[in-house]
């Protein structure tokens, strides 16, 4: 089984920056790629952006690129995204997901973390 603990969102302003994190635990294969994803209220869930544990490939949502940032630090099992000229429509619940083998299929997900944006 793996865990993910989602920590870091908050408020901002629009303009600001945050970082949240994603710590994975148990048995994680080394294959991985590890996602973002955000849903706002009465929005479905919307990708953001994902990374390869093994490459340290990564590939962003329109919405997000030149903005956001996802980088991980193997050695601690834990990814990182860096969230900087925020705006109020980044507003959203945020969630880390674990897709094992880097199939596209996130089959662990983490409880979520708040981020608001105010303009």
């Known amino acids: 089984q793996v865990q993910l603990v989602e920590s870091g969102g908050g408020s901002v302003q629009a303009g600001g920056s945050l970082r949240l994190s994603c710590a994975a635990s148990?048995?994680?294969?080394?294959?991985?790629?590890m996602g973002w994803f955000r849903q706002a209220p009465g929005k479905e869930r919307e990708f953001v952006g994902t990374?390869?544990?093994?490459?340290?490939?990564?590939f962003y949502a329109n919405s997000v690129k030149g903005r956001f940032t996802i980088s991980g630090d193997n050695a601690k099992n834990t990814v990182l995204l860096e969230m900087t000229s925020l705006k109020p429509e980044d507003t959203a619940v945020y969630y880390c997901?674990?897709?094992?083998?880097?199939?596209?299929?996130?089959?662990?997900w983490g409880q979520g973390t708040q981020v608001t944006v105010s303009s």
């Open positions: 990374i390869s544990r093994s490459s340290g490939w990564t």
């Open positions: 997901a674990l897709d094992p083998y880097g199939s596209g299929r996130y089959e662990y």
């Open positions: 148990g048995r994680t294969p080394s294959t991985y790629a």
